[in-house]
C-alpha cells in the first residue's frame, strides 16, 4: 500500500502544461463528470465555501498547504472507528469525531479533501466521513496540492486555526460492508454479488503474503482490480470517465442491477478507491469491506468464510496495468 502511494506522488510532478502555463489537470474530466469530484478551477473559484481536509503527512502538511485547510491524519482514520469482534461489526467513530470538530467542521459543513495527487489516502477519507455519517458533501480534489501549487495558486505554512464545533458522528453502515454482510453473499464456489479486490494480483494469488494471518488468497468469486488502474499517474489524477467506464463497467461488467457492489484490500484504504469510483459512476449501494483481507485472512471456511488461493485462480481486470 505504502509503496503504491509513493509512485503515485512521484508521479505527480508529469503534469503538463496549459496554453496559460497551468498544469494540465488544473481542470480535470473527472470534476466535469461527477458529482463529488473538483478540480482546482472550481477549488479556486470556491474555496470560501466549503471546508478544506489535507491527508498528506505532517512535514508536507507544515511546509504548505491551501489556506484553510486542517490536516485530517492517516492514523486518525484508522484509529479503531470500527472493527470486527466476535460478536459482530462495532463502531466507536470518537476519534474521528474529534479531528473534525478541532478542525470546526459540522455535520452537514461541504468538504473538499486532498493530498499530494489524486490517491488512495484522500478517497479513504471521503469513505470515513461518510461511514461517520457526514450531511455535506465530501469532495476530492482531484490532481490534489501539487496541482494547486504548480497553478500559482495561494498556499501558506501558517497555523491554521478555527472555531472548535461538537461534531456528533452516526454511524452509516450504507457505506460499509461487514464481515457477515460479505459472508451471507459468498458460498464455496461463488460469489452472489459482485466483489471487487482493488489489491496487487500477487496479494490475490497469495503470493505477496502480508501480515500474520492464517491464510492468503482471496474472497471466493471475487474480481481483481488493482485499484492503480482507476487512476492517471503521469497526470496525478483519476482516469476519465470514459476510462473508468470501460474499466468498471466493461470489462469489470459492473453495471448496476441494483445488487450491493463490495471493494476491500488488506485494511479498507486501497478497497475505498474502488467504493469512490462506483459511487460516482451511479451504482446505488457500494460497499466497503472495512475488516478487508486483514480480517478475512484470519477466519476460516469452517465457519462459512471461503477463499480462493493459488496462481491462475479467479478473474483478473487488466485493462490499465
Not at 297 to 318: F, H, N, Q
Request: overall charge negative.
Amino acid at each position: 500500500m505504502a509503496a503504491g502511494g509513493a509512485a503515485l506522488a512521484a508521479t505527480a510532478g508529469c503534469l503538463g502544461v496549459l496554453d496559460d502555463g497551468r498544469p494540465a489537470a488544473y481542470s480535470t474530466p473527472a470534476a466535469e463528470a461527477f458529482d463529488d469530484v473538483v478540480d482546482a478551477r472550481w477549488l479556486s473559484e470556491n474555496r470560501d465555501s466549503v471546508a478544506l481536509l489535507d491527508v498528506r503527512d505532517e512535514s508536507a502538511f507544515d511546509k504548505a498547504r491551501i489556506p484553510g485547510a486542517h490536516r485530517f491524519s492517516t492514523s486518525a482514520m484508522l484509529e479503531s472507528h470500527s472493527a470486527e469482534t466476535p460478536d459482530g461489526f462495532e463502531a466507536d467513530p470518537g476519534a474521528i469525531a474529534r479531528t473534525l470538530s478541532r478542525a470546526g467542521i459540522a455535520r452537514d459543513d461541504d468538504v473538499v479533501v486532498y493530498g499530494a495527487a489524486s490517491g488512495l489516502w484522500e478517497t479513504y477519507a471521503i469513505y470515513t466521513l461518510n461511514a461517520v455519517g457526514h450531511r455535506g458533501s465530501v469532495s476530492l480534489l482531484d490532481g490534489g496540492f501539487s496541482v494547486w501549487e504548480a497553478a500559482g495558486e495561494e498556499t501558506t505554512s501558517a497555523a491554521p486555526s478555527a472555531s472548535e464545533t461538537a461534531y456528533e458522528p452516526a454511524i452509516d453502515t450504507g457505506v460499509v460492508a461487514t464481515r457477515e454482510f460479505v459472508a451471507e453473499r459468498v458460498s464455496e464456489d461463488d460469489a452472489a454479488v459482485p466483489i471487487l479486490d482493488m489489491r496487487s494480483t500477487a496479494e490475490y494469488w497469495g503470493q505477496d503474503r502480508r501480515g500474520d494471518l492464517d491464510r492468503f488468497g482471496h474472497i471466493t468469486g471475487a474480481t481483481n482490480l488493482h485499484f492503480v488502474q482507476s487512476i492517471d499517474g503521469e497526470a496525478g489524477r483519476l482516469r476519465s470517465p470514459a476510462d473508468l467506464e470501460t474499466l468498471w463497467l466493461d470489462d469489470a461488467g459492473l453495471s448496476d442491477d441494483g445488487e450491493p457492489a463490495i471493494t476491500y484490500c488488506q485494511t479498507g484504504v486501497r478497497g475505498s478507491v474502488g467504493w469512490f469510483i462506483l459511487d460516482q459512476l451511479g451504482r446505488t449501494d457500494a460497499r466497503n469491506y472495512e475488516g478487508s483481507w486483514a480480517d478475512w485472512g484470519t477466519l476460516s471456511e469452517a465457519d462459512g468464510y471461503y477463499y480462493t488461493t493459488g496462481e491462475g485462480t479467479g478473474t483478473v481486470v487488466d485493462t490499465f496495468a
